[in-house]
């Protein structure tokens, strides 16, 4: 069956007997989706990063527990599936969130067709609370993107962001990308400055990419541009994603944003993190010391893919071939150094006590 992609784009829908998502990794040259249907498929597509992003993880895992079900033999089988589709991916809270949410929900049923059942209705309510969670962020973060603007009408506001936490992370409005789309839809006059966000470059692939097709200004600038930008007042607020954001503010996100917020700060440039609530690890309090940073191969370092010439993809070798090379994830972004957190329940300092204002119900964790 020829798989449709949906209007509006979205990075995950329905197909046939499974799911289909774009492949990320083809992105920008090729628009590509993969089918997925299988335990198995879910967690190659996640380890793999053919869908990348904390949200979009979440709700690729929550799919793989319902194929897991499916093809399970006994409601026992529930464990060794949550089990697997912890293991694919460690930093992204989003997941394990999620996954410890469908445990409890499942925990209530000892029939298997039943279980599995459920947890089809249950994924399907976790996809749509993810788009309306990013629309909220788009509405809370709104404001900032328009109070720059009322100080300098004559010029766009000009926005700089790191990797990519737009609607590519996430199912449809992004965290990042929704204040900046909702005001551009309002008329106000943006432009993003996309760092291109070495090794993987999902800033060049994929923030470039979407962008494009919402019809937002932006100019690609390579990872170290940034704070010579800022130096020079073309910088007028950060926003960037989030994989984990601890309790007291701590905010883990992809390797180089912890150097942006140094920079910010040096040069009193507003830093802010857009993040759903399911990106908040409750029971963590110094990210430094405590999340965990997920190495990934040397390769990615070494190499970069991208189209040649002839217009065919290419792997090309960039440093000698004996080289070593490390690979490091992500990087912890202290909360002093963090003007505000955009949830979908609105902004606050990143700080455990404003933290708990917005998220009342996590007091006693």
Known sequence: ?????????????????????????????ELVCEKVNTLDKTIWIIKEMVVRGAPLIACAGAYGVYFGLREATSSDDLNTILYKIRNSRPTAVNLFNTLDRIEKELSKFQDLKEMTQYSLDLVRLIVEEDVEICRKIGVHGLPLIEELHRKNPNRPVNILTHCNAGMLGCI???????????????????HVWVDETRPRNQGANLTTWELTQHGVPHTLIVDNTGGHLMQHNQVDICIVGA?????????ANKIGTYLKALAAKDNNVPFY???????????????????????????????????????KFERILICPETTPALNIGFDVTPS?????????RGICAANEKDLLNLFPENNLK
């Open 172 to 190: 449809e409005w992004g965290t990042i990308s929704s204040p900046i789309y909702q005001a551009h839809k309002k008329g106000i006059p943006v």
């Open 243 to 251: 994989d984990r954001v601890t309790r007291t503010g701590d905010t």
């Open 273 to 311: 993190i857009a993040l759903p609530s399911t990106t908040i690890d409750w029971n963590s309090k110094d990210g430094v010391k405590e999340i965990e940073i997920e190495e990934r191969s040397q390769d990615e370092v070494k190499y970069v893919w991208g189209k040649n010439d002839e217009q």
């Open 1 to 29: 069956m020829e798989i449709i992609i949906p209007k509006p784009l979205r990075t995950l829908w329905e197909h046939d007997d499974g799911i289909a998502v774009i492949d990320q990794r083809k992105l920008p040259h």
């Open 336 to 344: 002093r150094l963090i003007d505000g957190l955009i949830t979908d």
